[in-house]
């Protein structure tokens, strides 16, 4: 039986991690690197690093913040934000990180997702999804749709339709971020991650609203997602990764025990 994942999401800018709102009124949080050791020692599964404000300055990801990360931490991580070609991806993977996330860039133009498939196999390829509920319709069957730059954009795509898509071209795991809980903390969008959990033979990592233990079991139990991602939970110091590793298990779910380095 797979084990089922706890990751730990980092939004970084400026070289500092924040933490907003449905991807507003984001307050500091701290250092990236410091932040990443401790979640590594905590019991984080995997990291994801999500650099905000790359795409929006027109400028590529800061690949010596990668680089600190890799030196500093044992566990892998994925890191999205300024990548606009597969020679960026490739960049992102030399300097230390085990997969690279893609989104807008994804979505505008879905041949980058084939091209770092082939280049650097699906399992290095993450799709970052955006999601919003629109109301079921002809076009959204599923009643939600992708949006693009930080929830600005709306694309018209129905976000089953979409997480098929790329996982044909090449997609080899789906982070799905409902921007509706983002950061709210009443629980996942459970309804659309079971829908694309159930639709595709990749991972799916729950992501957007998780506040309580039993927000993240019921992400497995109810939404059938293959990983849980949390940041509020764990930046504001009231739930350690550890805790949420043992309420998993506590409940079935199957997970890697917390593992303790003994300090030489």
């Known amino acids: 039986m797979l084990l089922k994942r706890l990751i730990v999401c980092l939004d970084v800018r400026d070289r500092r991690v924040t933490k907003g709102v449905r991807f507003m009124d984001n307050r500091d949080i701290g250092d990236p690197v410091e932040l990443a050791e401790k979640y590594c020692r905590d019991g984080a599964d995997e990291l994801v690093f999500y650099d ?12 010596e913040m990668v680089r600190r990360v890799a ?12 990548v606009r070609s597969a020679a960026d991806m490739r960049q992102v993977l030399l300097a230390g990180a085990d997969k690279v996330s893609l989104n807008s860039l994804a979505v505008q133009h879905p041949e ?12 290095c390829v993450v799709l970052g999804m955006d999601v919003r509920f629109a109301g079921v319709s002809a076009s959204l069957p599923s009643g939600y749709e ?4 930080g929830g600005r954009r709306s ?12 996982v044909e071209l090449g997609a080899g795991e789906i ?7 983002d950061g709210v903390r009443s629980g996942y969008e459970l309804d659309i991650t079971r829908m694309i959990s159930e639709s595709v033979p990749v991972p799916v990592i729950a992501s ?18 293959d990983a849980a991602l949390v940041a509020s939970m764990v930046h504001s110091g009231e739930f350690t990764c550890g805790q949420i590793k043992n309420h998993m298990i506590e409940n079935n779910i199957p997970a890697r025990r917390q593992f303790v380095r003994k300090k030489k």
């Open 52 to 63: 905000i404000t790359a795409s929006a300055e027109h400028r590529p990801t800061d690949l």
């Open 71 to 82: 030196e500093k931490v044992f566990i892998p991580f994925s890191v999205g934000g300024g």
């Open 155 to 166: 694309m018209g795509l129905d976000a089953v339709a979409w997480a098929r898509r790329a």
């Open 208 to 225: 957007g609203g998780a506040g309580a233990l039993s927000h993240v079991a019921d992400a497995f139990l109810r939404g059938k997602a």
């Open 175 to 181: 982070c799905l971020n409902a921007i509706d809980t």
């Open 146 to 149: 992708v949006v693009i730059e």
């Open 112 to 123: 980058i997702l084939s091209e770092g498939a082939r280049s650097f196999g699906r399992q």
